[in-house]
């Protein structure tokens, strides 16, 4: 089983909307996918929960704050994909990197989010897996315009701070309207879907490797 944790420290910067979207789109291809609401909002339990029957299924499991390791999932779970918190200390939650072959990082392109997400990569340090390289990190462009500056800016920064962006996914009103009744982009077929699954296909490729 592949373990991806979907972080970032700052708040709102995209993760749950990472989440289930991977999630979705792994399952269309086939996979058995578990997500790991580890916030305590538990936003990513609630999408589960109002997954349609007729979508491929995507199961979801609470990793409850004072639990130190990932609850059990489903038998044959192929990915679990943990959805965490914003305000994350990565000193203090180093349960949730146990395991973890992938680590995404949605950031926005804004100074702000920019300057917490550097914070926040840095801090990663300390994390014995990732000191022997045995986590890649993602770092990806959430809520992207790709004809703003700041778009330009965010993909200097990254490359800059030795995090180059994997992709960006571009923002789109779809995506929380979708999210509202359990849905991704992967279920619809629609023209206007298939465009944004695109921007998807490199990151569900990485994670299922050849
Ligand atoms: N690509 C996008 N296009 C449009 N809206 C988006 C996109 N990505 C995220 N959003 C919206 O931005 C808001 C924040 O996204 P999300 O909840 O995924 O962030 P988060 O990092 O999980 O936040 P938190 O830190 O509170 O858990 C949500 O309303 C979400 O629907
Ligand atoms: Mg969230």
């Given at each position: ?58 199961d979801c499991v609470q990793w409850p ?109 779809v995506y929380p309207s979708l999210a ?31």
């Amino acid at each position: 089983m592949k373990r991806i944790l979907v972080a970032n420290s700052k708040g709102g910067s995209g993760k749950t909307l990472t989440t289930v979207n991977i999630a979705a789109g792994l399952a269309h291809k086939g996979h058995r996918v578990c997500v790991v609401d580890a916030d305590q909002q538990l936003s990513a339990k609630k999408w589960a929960k109002r997954r349609p029957a007729y979508c491929p299924r995507v199961d979801c499991v609470q990793w409850p704050k004072d639990m130190i390791e990932m609850p059990k999932l489903p038998k044959k779970t192929e990915f679990a994909i943990i959805d965490s918190a914003g305000g994350l200390e990565v000193a203090q939650e180093k349960p949730l990197f146990e395991g973890v072959d992938f680590l995404i990082v949605p950031v926005m392109a804004s100074l702000f989010d920019e300057l917490a997400t550097r914070t926040f990569l840095r801090s990663l340090a300390e994390i014995k897996r990732i000191k022997k390289d045995k986590i890649t990190i993602l770092p990806v462009g959430a809520r992207i315009d790709l004809r703003r500056k700041d778009t330009d800016l965010l993909a200097e920064f990254m490359e800059k701070n030795k995090f180059p962006l994997h992709t960006n996914i571009t923002e789109r009103a779809v995506y929380p309207s979708l999210a509202r009744d359990g849905l991704s982009v992967f279920d619809h077929s629609q023209a206007q879907y298939v465009a944004l699954q695109a921007q998807w296909a490199t990151i569900l490729e990485t994670l299922v490797g050849t």
